[in-house]
């Protein structure tokens, strides 16, 4: 079974400065998706970014981007230009890409404060 | 903005009690998706929906709970008989071009 594990349950930043959130995950298949969800206090679950395993090129979304490290199974996020908006809970999700893999498997969060 | 909405934004309901939390899609999708999350912890995948079949589901989805899709429009998640440990935000999701994208949940609260 794939689990997804978040290190940081809390970290802050300062209003425009650079963030990086930590995710590991373990898993036997060679093909699979990552992907990270932001939720603010409203507790909607917003779709951040994604990263195919078979991808070496690291995703980037506008001031979003990761770091895959495939052989260390790491999927790192980094918030540039931190926002106050971008207080929220970020999890971490991994996702198989055969057979009946259709369910996401998230990591416990990590609370994101960005401080004005 | 989600693909879907979810109602009633919040339940509560006594312990024992059947709830039907309903998903309703805007855009055309087939593939569906039930989790949950109880306050403060992460969130759990209960069951996924294709073509009117359940696809997967966890060990989570026991006979207490059910999906159907009865219109061919309106996604819903019934539970039984509800337990104090219900309580939980219930969330519908889409497969979506980039992944699966999430309503808004359905806070359910079991007294």
């Known amino acids: 079974a794939q689990t997804v594990t978040q290190s940081q349950p809390e970290m802050s930043v300062q209003e425009a400065e650079t963030v990086t959130l930590s995710c590991t995950y373990d898993t036997s298949e060679s093909n699979y998706y990552l992907f990270w969800y932001k939720q603010p206090p409203s507790r909607q679950m917003i779709l951040v970014i994604r990263?195919?395993?078979?991808?070496?090129q690291n995703a980037t979304e506008n001031r979003f981007s990761v770091n895959f490290q495939k052989a260390a199974k790491s999927f790192s996020l980094k918030i540039s230009d931190s926002q106050l908006g971008d207080t929220a809970m970020y999890f971490c999700?991994?996702?198989?890409?055969?057979?009946?893999?259709?369910?996401?498997?998230f990591g416990k969060g990590t609370l994101l404060t960005v401080n004005p | 903005e989600p693909e879907v909405t979810q109602t009633p934004s919040h339940q509560v309901t006594q312990m024992g009690q059947e709830v039907i939390l309903r998903c309703v899609p805007i855009?055309?999708?087939?593939?569906f998706y039930w989790y949950r999350q109880i306050l403060g912890q992460k969130v759990e995948f209960l069951v996924s929906?294709?073509?009117?079949?359940?696809?997967?589901k966890s060990e989570i989805f026991d006979d207490q709970f059910s999906v159907e899709r009865p219109d061919g429009s309106n996604f819903t998640l019934k539970i039984r008989s509800t337990k104090l440990e219900d309580s939980a935000m219930y969330f519908c999701?889409?497969?979506?071009?980039?992944?699966?994208?999430f309503g808004p949940g359905t806070r359910l609260t079991v007294t």
């Open positions: 855009s055309n999708h087939l593939y």
């Open positions: 929906f294709y073509n009117n079949e359940i696809s997967e």
């Open positions: 999700a991994f996702k198989g890409s055969g057979g009946s893999n259709y369910k996401l498997t």
């Open positions: 990263q195919e395993a078979y991808k070496q």
């Open positions: 999701a889409y497969k979506g071009l980039s992944g699966q994208y």
